[in-house]
């Protein structure tokens, strides 16, 4: 076996877990009904992963007390009367061999509601509004009971284990890191009081329990924010939780508002936290699990093998391919549908309040409705166009047994994903192309490059169905004076193809995510870049995580960006445009880069519709969006067909 470190048992306390491999807590709002209790959509979703071979899945999220809501629809574990369903929850998961846990989590000043508290009433970096309230000693009391009480009914439901979630700005975060925990009682000030929160949970939770139930720790290493808590104070904390009969500890990173971010995104290095579980391993001897952007299992291997950490979390790719673990122990790595680090899909949609999801990955949260059908009759498909949305449902219709064929006019596939991985840190869209074109592969879909639809070409295909993924093309922008100038006008997709080369001074017009990655592209490349956005908010298709990152480069040096401008008049090398009530004036620019928004290219529907041929139009053919709203409908039309 390949991967003998990763997929080596390993003990947890009293706890045998088959592999290293760690499902670890991810909340993505769906799965609980308006009465708390969770439902089939919740543990359909966990038990495919269960049956995917991965050795520990953690539940993400619990609320141990109404006050800590992290999201309307994560599992509340404050009452008795949750148990019965989480019951079938974990009978569920436990007919396959994995170790099933809860994660006991509050919110604190983080929680979505209106009515937060917390240990000083200090706000929320981002993401949430509002001061919250400051906790009473009774009410702090009250609250340590409650970890307790949640901990002895996730025993009673049948779980296998809880994890104390201590760490991502929560309740517990604010009373470890003085910056949030401003009290001057026993629970603030020395570091003695800052962490006595947290003792004083672990102790409940250990009188209530039974002697010897498996309890873990997810801890920060760094908050990274100034006057947060860092990795110093963890590995004071370390020993002291190994003391108290703590069985492993989880060591992870960030708060909301904090940079990296905890989620971090395709920007970010691969096994970006791994070094502070490395460092609290040598301050413990109980096991530790690093997490961080951690998507390849021979990555994963290697951090054990070199006894970075005991185990390893992977969270986001287990959203994409549920059968992570499965394909990874019989060496079929290359079967394993990759986790892009977009955050559009998964993130984005939970801090929004809506049902989490995965761009890789459309089932998530559909696992309990896609029961299996009987396959369709086989019927001819004809795709038009080899970008996201065409590989995607050209997949989907194979694996429901039709007879695939993709046409592309271009002499590559990819269509405008190709040119989206050329930005610095884009590059992992490509794996997005690269796996469809390897499950293409298996499924025996032909794709013809250089190919241009017409009647020849459907009469010799005899397609059934015909489906449009020809995507879209750049919108030209009509402003007075833009074609009257010295200056030399690009599309964005000219200039990411390098089939223009601008000058040393260059105008982005337009603030659209592709605009802000071309401003990007080309201050890499050592240009002086301008950008003019006429809307109020940059890069908004981006995922907040994702964009944090990007935004964060446009801090560089020879980057300018400017929005809610306008344009008042082209010069013959520069132009005046109003902004926060001044006119501006830039001069000695070389180029304009137009990149302000997309148009739909269609044409090809045309020749299905005059052959009488059912045909059906998705992704940025059907209307210019997302890589996510273009997947999306790919799953469904190839289902559907």
Known sequence: MALEYLFSPIKLGSMQVKNRLVMPPMSLNFGVDEDGYVTEQHWEYLAARARGGTGMIVVGGGAVHPSGLDLPRMPPIWSDRFIGALRKMTERIHRYDTKFGMQLLHGGRQAYHGEKVAPSPIPALAVVKGVPRELTRAEIRELVGAYGDAALRCQRAGFDFVEIHAAHGYLITEFLASNSNLRQDEYGGSFENRIRFLIEIIEDIKTKTQPEYPIGVRINGEDYVEGGWILADTKRLAPVLEQLGIDWLHVSAGIYGSMPVTIPSMYSEHACFVHLAEAIKGSVSIPVVAVGRIKNPELADRIIREGRADMVAMGRAHLADPDLAKKAYEGRLADIRPCIGCCKGCIERALALEEGTCVMNPEVGREYLLKKKDMPQSKRILVVGAGPAGLAVARMAALHGHKVTIVEENSQVGGMARLASLPPGRSEIMELVAYYLRELNRLSVEIRLNTQLNRE????????????????????????????????????????????????????????????QVADFLAEKGREVFVLHRGDHFAEQMAPNDRTYLMDRMKRPGVQLFKGVRIKEFLENGMRFLWKGHVEQLEMITDIILSEGMRSNRRAAEVFEEADIEVHIIGDAKAPRTIFDALAEADELGRAL
């Open 457 to 516: 070409l459907i009469a010799v295909i005899k397609p059934d169905v015909g489906i449009i993924t020809t995507g879209s093309l750049p919108e030209i922008p009509q402003i007075a004076g833009l074609f009257d100038t010295g200056m030399a006008l690009h599309a964005m997709t000219d200039v990411l193809q390098s089939n223009s080369t601008p000058g040393h001074r260059v105008v982005v017009l337009g603030g659209n995510m592709a605009a802000v």
